[in-house]
């Protein structure tokens, strides 16, 4: 990558790097303020790179302005790098290996077949590869990398659609060049990226294949999208090349944009994923169709063969993949065989991980299966049905694999996580991931048989495992199972389930059993536990205790003890303390805990404090901030005062910022301005936007119109704009109607849908019609969380000790 520069001495090589760029600004004919502007950087940054008695300039710099002024980047950058008496190699000592060292199905590219290799032994083969409009993309960003940007993008898609595949062949000019690939996966994926991503060094490849393992992760995903985000900013660490992969239903669920008063779980991830994301097409067009015929009467067997099974429909990804076939054999499978995939593809979608052990599958399997079947299986029922199993399908995939868990390594000593995780005891299978996808779509409004629950109670021992089943089943309201299953977490170590079980004892007055079971639970790594630890000194008057205990929890990535330290000490009269804490967060890199104490001051009546931490906030570009700004401007001196601040959000174009100042017009009764906003918004095309358009049309009687706007927002993604739909066809008398939309609302997440509708048939008198509903929303899950009352839809009085797993009440149990 970095050949030497004949005869440049550093001086030299920087007076030519100077003169290159002064001569192609001359060739633009533009002022180097025009150049500033078109590169992104500031005027003063340009002056220096292009002044004799300045220092170097950093190689994003050159980069920015070589392709402003179509330069050659590579040629630059060298110069740059002979001038900075940079090392004539690339860095070494950060995570990764050299991308040609990587096979592509270490990196989890799907295989399409397979050939003998020169020892007789079978070899895993790709077909050759058909480039798309996403490949376009992805070779800009390519480019960007090699030219010194940093860049990430992360491609949205359906399972075995060419996500990974498409990475690979785009990131193949950088193996040439000397780049690394780092894929982080021991001892996890999350706890792998946030040990490492700080020692990621410059012309690395991140690799995040199935990036919900990383951004979705309930611990470490904002933790790891800061990390990112300060990978990616940072100029010293570039260039980097940061690649992911989710699967459409993770990707709305971490880019929507937070209901009004609602929690935001994502905001980082949302944050970082702004931008960074393309879609990938469910099936090849007419062009990359004829491309793959070119390729398969050239010899290509591979492509020939999905052609003939796959062409007219042009899912050819999918069936390279083995996706059709492996839903056949599910679909065409023996009894025991279906039984054993429904109790994986269930646990996959509770919450277990991706190694499923033996001993629980087959437990789990036998209230899968009818009667009839039950009593026809033989003795080695489940060694013939594991062996049905593991037979691939076109020499690709198996529906269920049994697999070997890579040890887990770590360096002696305590870990800051807790203690290492326990591996299974036993084989451990996983399940093919197209299943997995059609097992979360197809099941999800099922809950597990009795089987299921009491073989993750006997034989599953990770705490992520139990604890996330103990959600699934308290969201269910299979109470009991959630009780027995959150114990179980706990004695396994989950500082989830110690938290959870410390939040009862405090709310049951237990403070001194509470702080015991923080303690355990902080130290299984629970940052949560640190706050509620803070808090509880705090209240018991020892600030020097609540201090440590914040600070050590702002260590570990969490801010939140900060932030609730630094409001009770706000509400108690301690500005000046609370003011301190907050701006230890905001140096932490959370300015929200400085927004709260505005909030507060705002409330109060204090617009002066208020608008100076408002003032502090939007610097780090908070679009709340800078809303909440305007309308104090507005209070204190109308429209005309805040309208430099409106103009800074609107001019601005975020559509979060406009969406955010367009909620507190509506708020403050300025229905018109609000509806503006929001219209300006949905240019971009956010649902939650149009859903609230609709909301304001609905309000004014506007019923056509509101119900135009709820579609919009519905063809978008808004399940809330699903379900008023379905309240309006109840209204209307299209009973049918309703409950069709109400379960299209549940299937795509909107969990409260049926029981809303169950409440509306109970008012009305249709007792039975709303208990057959309710317990549909139950079995859906109705999103309660494990520290949240019931849902108001279904009160607790209805079933008072829970349902059973078969939905019938459950008696009563201690």
């Known amino acids: 990558m970095h050949d030497e520069q004949a005869g440049h001495t550093p001086g030299a090589a920087l007076a030519e790097l100077r003169k290159k760029l002064a001569d192609g600004l001359a060739r633009a004919r533009l002022t180097k303020t025009q150049l500033a502007t078109r590169a992104g950087l500031g005027r003063t940054v340009v002056s220096e790179a292009l002044s004799p008695s300045k220092p170097v300039p950093s190689a994003e710099t050159v980069a920015a302005l070589a392709d402003v002024l179509k330069l050659p980047a590579g040629e630059l950058l060298e110069l740059r790098r002979t001038a900075a008496e940079e090392p004539d190699t690339l860095p070494t000592g950060g995570p990764g290996r050299p991308i040609g060292q990587w096979d592509p199905h270490a990196l989890e590219v799907h295989p399409a077949g397979t050939v003998q290799d ?141 209901t009004p008063g609602g929690p935001d779980p994502h905001s980082r991830v949302r944050e970082l994923l702004a931008g960074r994301t393309v879609r990938i097409p469910e099936a090849f067009d007419d062009r990359a169709l004829a491309e793959a015929r070119v390729k398969a009467d050239r010899g290509d067997r591979l492509l020939a063969g999905a052609l003939t099974r796959a062409g007219k429909d042009g899912r050819l990804a999918q069936d390279l993949a083995g996706g059709p076939a492996l839903l056949e054999r599910y ?135 139990l604890n996330n089943l103990a959600d699934a089943a ?40 509470a702080e015991t079971l923080y303690r355990q639970a902080a130290d299984h790594g629970s940052t949560g536990a640190l706050d509620s630890l803070a808090v509880l000194r705090e209240r018991a008057g020892d600030r020097e205790g609540a201090e440590t205990l914040a600070r050590q929890a702002a260590d ?59 003032r502090q906030v939007t610097d780090t570009g908070d679009p709340d901030a800078l809303a909440h700004l305007a309308a104090l401007r507005e209070k204190v001196g109308g429209r005309e005062g805040a309208e430099t601040f409106y103009r800074q959000v609107t001019d601005g174009g975020a559509p979060e910022a406009l969406y955010r100042l367009a909620m507190l017009r509506e708020v403050v009764g300025d229905r018109e301005g609000a509806e503006t906003l929001y219209r300006q918004v949905t240019d971009g095309g956010a649902p939650e936007a149009l859903y609230r358009l609709a909301v304001l049309r609905d309000v004014v009687g ?41 379960r299209q609302a549940a299937a795509d997440g909107y969990f409260d849908a049926l029981a809303h509708l169950a409440e509306m048939r109970e008012e009305a008198g249709d007792r039975e019609g709303a208990e057959t509903l309710y317990r549909q929303a139950a079995d859906h899950g109705v999103g309660r969380g494990p520290l949240e009352k019931p849902a108001k839809t279904i009160p607790i009085r209805r079933w008072p000790n829970g349902l059973d797993p078969d939905g019938t009440p459950t008696p009563p149990w201690q």
């Not at 114990?487 to 004892?505: E, K, N, T, W």
């Open 331 to 465: 679909q065409t499978g023996t009894p025991a065989a279906r039984a054993l995939l429904e109790a994986a593809m269930d646990a996959r979608r509770l919450g277990v991980g991706l190694h499923l052990p033996q001993a629980f599958l087959t437990d789990a399997a036998a209230d899968y299966l009818h009667d009839t079947d039950w009593n026809q299986l033989t003795d080695d029922w489940a060694e013939k049905a594991y062996a049905e199993l593991a037979e691939h399908v076109h020499g690709k995939h198996a529906p269920l694999s049994r697999i070997t868990p890579r040890p887990q390594r770590r360096p002696p000593g305590p870990s800051l996580d807790g203690a290492p995780s326990p591996r299974p005891t036993g084989p451990v299978f996983r399940l093919a991931d197209y299943l997995e996808q059609h097992g979360r779509t197809t099941r999800r409004p099922l809950c597990p048989p009795a089987s299921f629950w009491h073989a993750a109670h006997t034989y599953l021992t990770h705490p992520d495992d």
């Open 702 to 742: 506007d019923r056509e119109g509101a119900e135009t706007h709820y579609r919009q927002a519905a063809d978008q993604g808004s399940t809330r704009a699903l379900y008023r739909l379905a309240e309006m066809r109840e209204e209307a008398g299209d009973r049918e109607g309703a409950e069709a939309l109400a």
């Open 474 to 513: 308290d969201s269910r309201y299979r109470l009991q199972w959630a009780h027995h299953l959150r114990h179980r977490a706990a004695d396994c170590g989950s500082p989830d389930a110690l938290f959870y079980l410390a939040v009862l004892r405090e709310r049951a007055g237990d403070r001194e059993g």
């Open 556 to 614: 570990h990535g969490s801010t939140g003890a900060l932030d609730s330290v630094a409001v009770l000490r706000e509400l108690t009269g301690d500005r000046e303390g609370a003011e301190t804490l907050a701006r230890q967060a905001a140096a932490d890199g959370d300015p929200g805990v400085l927004y709260n104490l505005a909030v507060l001051r705002d409330v109060a009546g204090d617009r002066k404090g208020a608008e100076t931490l408002y």
């Open 118 to 258: 020169g020892t007789g032994s079978p070899e895993q083969q790709l077909p050759g590869y058909v480039p798309r409009e996403h490949d376009r993309i992805l070779a800009d960003a390519v480019r960007d990398a090699a030219a010194g940007r940093s860049r990430m993008l992360v491609l949205v898609g359906s399972s075995s659609t060419g996500k990974t595949r498409a990475c690979w062949e785009a990131v193949q000019p950088l193996a040439g060049q000397g780049w690394r690939l780092w894929h982080p996966f021991d001892p996890t994926r999350a706890e792998a990226a946030l040990e490492d991503l700080a020692r990621v060094v410059p012309w690395t490849v991140v690799w995040l294949n199935e990036a919900q393992h990383y951004l979705g992760d309930p611990g470490a995903g904002e933790r790891i999208a800061a990390a990112l985000h300060g990978l990616l900013t940072t100029s010293e660490r570039a260039p980097v090349l940061v690649l992911g992969t989710l699967w459409p239903e993770y990707a709305t669920e971490y880019t929507a944009l937070p």
